[in-house]
């Protein structure tokens, strides 16, 4: 025997299990719509990245090829600078060299003839002359000195001029 009151705990466990099972439905559509969305973003992520792998990725080749050789370059530059500073350092102390053994033969050349020539009148003239000849020879190896020192502050100031264009090529290289 089946009463109304049954009938109606039914009726409601029915209705209940109805309303569950569209508020079940309407939980997965949220569900389903959220995954969908990201799943656009997934898609758009991986279409990005395959036009860089197709496009992109030539492209930053290109670019580091460029930029490789242009240490290249900035290298063979360096190079040739410093052969260049360094054959103008031999060929400066070569030339300094001879001026200075010229001027040593030509003072010793001379002060013989001028002593035996002049012995009594003019003694302290020749003293003097030897005096001038020294002074003269400190001169040129001051002057040497001067010149070395300048072309190794040349050679320094360019080696630093090198190294921070290096950087900055490799800091973009990185970039």
Known sequence: IITRDNVEESLKAKWQYVKDKEQLLKDLRCQIEETDQKLLVKRAERDYWLEYK?????????KIKNLEKDIKEVKDDLRRA??????????????????????????????????????????????EENEWLKEEVKIYQKEISDLKA????????????????????????RV
Not at 54 to 62: D, E, F, I, L, M
Not at 111 to 125: F, M, Q, T
């Open 54 to 62: 197709n496009v992109g990725s030539k492209t930053q080749a290109n």
């Open 82 to 127: 410093t052969e260049y500073y360094t054959n103008a350092l031999k060929t400066l102390k070569e030339k300094n060299d001879r001026l200075v053994e010229t001027q040593v033969k030509k003072s010793k050349e001379q002060a013989p003839e001028n002593a035996v020539k002049h012995i009594d009148k003019s003694s302290c003239r020749d003293i």
């Open 150 to 173: 300048s072309v190794y502050l040349l050679e320094e100031e360019n080696i630093g001029l090198v190294m921070k264009l290096l950087d900055l090529r490799l800091q973009n290289l």
